[in-house]
Structures are given as C-alpha cells and as structure tokens.
C-alpha cells in the first residue's frame, strides 16, 4: 500500500518562500511511469495542480506558477519537495502530494490514484 504524507511550516511569511517535502513509502519514487505531483486547495475554491516530478526526475510545472515553483526529489529518502517563492496571502491553501502514472506529459497529472492527507498552509505576517 502506497503511502504519501505532507510536511512542513504551517505558517510562511508574505515574500518568503514556501518549502514542503512529500514522504512516500510502499514504493519507490523512482518506479517506472510513476510520476508525483503536488497540488493545492485555497478556502473556498477547487484543487490546482502545481507541478510534478516523473519517475525520471523530469518535471512539468503549471504555467500560472512555473516562474515560481520548483520540485525536486531526494531519493535516498524516497521524498520529492515543493519550493514556492514570493509567496503572497493567494498562496494560503491545504496542499496535497499525489501520484499519478503514465508515459509522460499530461497523463502524469490527469489522473492521482494515491493522495497524501494534506498540510495547510497559511501565509501571513
């Protein structure tokens, strides 16, 4: 059984940079076609995809936040993790990691077959 859990500050100041790592067990982030997402839900509205890391270590970011977003991945932790620079108070959100499949592009965030419990994340001075 995968297992995905969320971790980080639950407070970021406005203009600092928002830093979560995602620990997955009963698998290997490295396994072939998997591939691992993070996403956000703000108060009140619908999930947004953020960007994600392939089996590979390619990643895709979404456009309204590639200038800002980084994932990377440890492998000898099995974790991958989310910076978010310049945050503003639009940021606060619970924030999810995810895993998705597929042989590359968008079939790696169409669909998640495993979420993690999610972290809430606010941003405020």
């Known amino acids: 059984q995968v297992q995905l859990q969320e971790s980080g500050p639950g407070l970021v100041k406005p203009s600092q940079t928002l830093s ?21 839900q703000p108060p009140g509205k619908g999930l947004e995809w953020m960007g994600v890391i392939a089996y590979d270590g390619s990643a895709v970011y979404s456009p309204s936040l590639k200038s800002r977003t980084s994932i990377s991945r440890d492998t000898s932790k099995n974790q991958f993790s989310l910076q978010l620079n310049s945050v503003t108070p639009e940021d606060t959100a619970v ?7 597929g042989v590359g592009g968008s079939s790696w965030y169409s669909r998640f077959d495993y979420w993690g419990q999610g972290t809430q994340v606010t941003v405020s001075s």
């Open 20 to 40: 979560l790592t995602c620990t997955v067990s009963g698998g290997s982030i490295t396994t072939t076609y998997y591939a691992w997402s993070w996403i956000r």
């Open 95 to 101: 924030y999810y990691c995810a895993r998705g499949s």
